[in-house]
């Protein structure tokens, strides 16, 4: 499949950013589309005379910017248009946050359990190590695709009640809500971006190493206790984040 576009060798503008522009004007006109593979390195060196170094240079920029992504033993692929989320100062379900923008979510339950807390998630919670707590351990997915695996611990003497709720079609925060005492009334939220270990490679369906994003949430009550601790991983590759500030004036 040769593109459209041809290589200037006569203008003082690099041959790889050339073929880079060709590349990324396909996809921005749709005439590549999510999903399309891209000619092979050889059929890029055939089709322009132009060496494998060049061909590389190009595809690892599409691939560094999110435009390509490249799959172990198969190619080189479009990549899906990431999934903008805007929930990061905002109080709202996962399910509130998808359906904004179109899509419809699901979600598998892989742990719900009562269990005790280690000395870094008591801290989180401001309970002493050892205490009961309630662990739920969510996959989140957009057309089956994996998105983002969610880790939430609960103090189980206020939060007993959310063990009787079924997780995989109900919000959490909807169920805290039902009670006083448990009503998320502010949270705060870090966000740090680091490589993708083995474990949550194989859950998210990405190669060790991918970039992922963590985002911390610590949510409290009206009296500023700790309900809702939780440790979300999402897919570098397909999600985009966006904070709006209110300017004062």
């Known amino acids: 499949m040769l593109l459209k576009g041809l290589l200037k060798r006569d203008i003082p503008i690099p041959l790889y950013y050339q073929l880079k522009e060709i590349v990324l004007n396909e996809i921005l006109n749709g005439k590549l589309e999510a999903g399309d593979c891209l000619p092979t390195e050889n059929e890029f060196m055939s089709s322009y005379q132009i060496s494998r170094a060049t061909v590389r240079q190009a595809m690892t920029e599409l691939v560094n910017e999110n435009y390509l992504t490249r799959q172990k033993g198969k190619g080189t692929f479009v990549s899906k248009p990431k999934i903008t989320q805007q929930y990061i100062n905002r109080v709202e379900t996962y399910k509130e946050q998808m359906n904004k923008i179109g899509m419809n979510p699901t979600t598998e339950v892989i742990i719900f359990q009562i269990t005790k807390a280690n000395l870094a998630i008591g801290k989180e919670l401001g309970l002493a190590k050892g205490a009961k707590i309630i662990e739920l351990v969510r996959l ?94 999402y897919r570098g590759d397909r999600n985009l984040f966006v904070v709006e500030t209110q300017v004062d004036r």
């Open 140 to 233: 989140r997915l957009i057309d089956a695709e994996p998105i983002v695996v969610a880790k939430t611990y609960m103090p189980y003497e206020i939060c007993a009640f959310v063990l009787e709720h079924n997780m995989q079609e109900e919000s959490l925060y909807q169920i805290l809500a039902e009670h006083s005492e448990t009503r998320i009334t502010k949270v705060k939220r870090t966000i740090e971006a680091v490589v993708a270990g083995e474990s949550i490679a194989k859950r998210l369906k990405i190669m060790r190493g991918d970039a992922i994003q963590i985002i911390r949430t610590s949510a409290v009550n009206s009296k500023e206790q700790v309900i809702e601790y939780t440790i979300a991983k």
